[in-house]
């Protein structure tokens, strides 16, 4: 079974530009969820998203928006780059049951931002 | 709020040996579920092990263990016969279950160094 697939892995972007991630949940995953990782503020929590819906979302501003399409896949969308915005940005995917292993989290590799 | 600490935010152990981190948390809440995860130079995200706050029964998987004291709300992972590719930043993680299943609150970290 194929992990949790993010897109792309390493990205650099200039400031006040808009940047566009994707992420691909494991098989039969709905619940999406996005998060944020810097040295300062550690994993912060963007928002989730379980089948096409925002069910959750973190304290961000609105710059930070994402998506969830039909087949469970999910773009996140940083408009207005900020330098802060440089970060390791993280997607997970969970299946919201209650077996063995439901709600347990699964993490992709990350996509790399770069805002110069 | 949920909240995570991580009191050790750096740990050593001599490879073979046993070494224990230390988690608490803060909730309300009555049914959670408890993870620790392993995140090594290459940043990926990898679930060590989960507990479901209902049960009594403290999770283990192959070398790695837990300690959940649910009226203390502490949550400490015991790493039996330390190995070298055990060095990592190991994140302790909180979710509110079923419904929320895709929002952790993560803690701080604790960086562990095995040594040879």
């Known amino acids: 079974k194929a992990g949790v697939t993010q897109t792309p892995r390493y990205l650099i972007k200039t400031r006040g530009q808009q940047v566009t991630l994707s992420c691909s949940p494991i098989s039969g995953h709905r619940s999406v969820s996005w998060y944020q990782q810097t040295p300062g503020q550690g994993l912060q929590f963007l928002f989730e998203y379980f089948s096409e819906t925002q069910r959750n979302k973190g304290n961000f501003p609105g710059r930070f928006s994402g998506r969830q399409f039909s087949n469970s896949r999910s773009e996140m969308n940083v408009s207005t780059l900020e330098l802060g915005d440089s970060a390791l940005y993280l997607c997970?995917?969970?299946?919201?049951?209650?077996?063995?292993?439901?709600?347990?989290?699964?993490f992709g590799e990350g996509s790399w931002l770069t805002v110069v | 709020a949920q909240t995570v600490t991580q009191s050790q935010p750096e740990m050593s152990v001599q490879e073979a040996e046993t070494v224990t981190l230390s988690c608490t948390y803060d909730?309300?809440?009555?049914?959670?579920?408890l993870f620790w995860y392993k995140q090594p130079p290459s940043r990926q995200m990898i679930l060590v092990i989960r507990?479901?706050?209902?049960?009594?029964q403290n999770a283990t998987e192959n070398r790695f263990s837990v300690n959940f004291q649910k009226a203390a709300k502490s949550f400490s992972l015991k790493i039996s016969d330390s190995q070298l590719g055990d060095t990592a930043m190991y994140f302790c993680?909180?979710?509110?279950?079923?419904?929320?299943?895709?929002?952790?609150?993560f803690g701080q970290g604790t960086e562990l160094s095995v040594k040879p």
């Open positions: 507990q479901e706050a209902y049960k009594q």
């Open positions: 993680a909180f979710s509110i279950s079923y419904n929320q299943g895709g929002k952790l609150i």
């Open positions: 997970a995917s969970s299946s919201p049951s209650r077996g063995a292993k439901g709600n347990t989290i699964y």
């Open positions: 909730t309300s809440e009555n049914n959670y579920y």
